[in-house]
């Protein structure tokens, strides 16, 4: 049930290696787009041995931002909260309005940008985020 590379992530990170919180993790690990508390929620409910509540999810989740395993996204569906592993990569994303499908873009082209404001400003960017919203591919077809 457990991976040997979960095992050791956590124990570099001195976090207890539990079965949900392990679980947790390898959903997170497992998806391509970040997903709510309550879609890991879901699907780790039918899994376990005991039953697990929300509030165990919310706590691992908070666990994992803190030790940057995985970040919280700035992204809100419905306004709730989005969790993806960290890539230790910059990245944007791409939401489809319509299905709420949310696509990584690699690449950044606000570099230059963020350079020009700096000077025309006085300001130090420390960080940004970029969202793009349109309608997927499938949802036209609908």
Do not use: W
Not at 67 to 79: T, Y
């Amino acid at each position: 049930m457990y991976t040997e590379d979960v095992k050791q992530l956590f124990k570099s990170n001195n976090i207890k290696n539990t079965q949900q919180r392990h679980m947790v993790y390898s959903i997170l690990k497992s998806k391509k787009q970040p997903i709510t508390t309550e879609e890991i929620y879901k699907i780790i409910s039918g899994k376990l041995e005991k039953p697990i509540n929300l509030s165990t999810v919310y706590r691992i989740l908070e666990v994992f931002t803190e030790k940057e395993l995985i970040l919280k996204s700035q992204i809100h569906i419905n306004g709730k909260a989005l969790y993806e592993i960290n890539h230790r990569e910059h990245r944007h994303h791409l939401i489809c309005i319509k299905c709420n499908k949310i696509i990584p873009i690699k690449g950044c082209p606000l570099g230059e940008y963020e350079q020009i404001l700096e000077k025309q400003t006085g300001y130090k960017i420390i960080e940004h985020n970029l969202e793009i919203k349109g309608i997927c591919p499938k949802c036209q077809k609908r």
